[in-house]
């Protein structure tokens, strides 16, 4: 189902917001050799009219399954994005705005895998920084500066 959000509302009143909660059904979809469930997704969306067009305020959150790169075992993470425009004419390809109307459906399906990382670590699976000083030469490499000392 197409989520369309009217964008021009003559009975809006001049620079008050009108927000609207939308639940969105986005599909699977695989990238960087994984496969992505999409277990929700939700738009928060606040239309301000202007005198001159409207003020856009749209922030889209997903819950997305996936596997862990180090472990290989399900994961789940949380994907954020939007945007907060200025529109000022009817039609915004950027945007998915046609005719004074977001696309909100289209809008997060094509956004979405765009704001999935490379590498999705699970919790407590996280990289760790480095430990000793830059500095320290690394043990395994001692031996070779006995040897650089000779010449």
Do not use: K
């Amino acid at each position: 189902m197409r989520h369309m959000i009217q964008l021009r509302r003559p009975e809006a009143a001049l620079g008050e917001p009108q927000e609207e909660r939308v639940e969105l059904e986005i599909g699977d979809f695989d990238l960087y050799g994984r496969h992505h469930e999409v277990r929700s997704a939700t738009a928060e969306v606040s239309v301000t009219r202007l005198a001159q067009g409207v003020y856009l305020d749209l922030t889209v959150l997903c819950e997305i399954r996936t596997l862990c790169d180090r472990t290989l075992e399900p994961t789940v993470f949380e994907a954020r994005f939007g945007d907060s425009e200025y529109v000022s004419r009817p039609n915004d390809p950027e945007l998915y705005i046609r005719d004074w109307e977001l696309d909100l459906q289209e809008y997060a399906e094509r956004i979405l895998p765009t704001e999935i990382p490379m590498q999705v670590f699970a919790p407590g699976t996280e990289p760790v920084g480095r430990d000793r000083d830059e500095d320290e030469i690394d043990p395994r490499w001692r031996g070779l500066r006995d040897i650089a000392a000779g010449f």
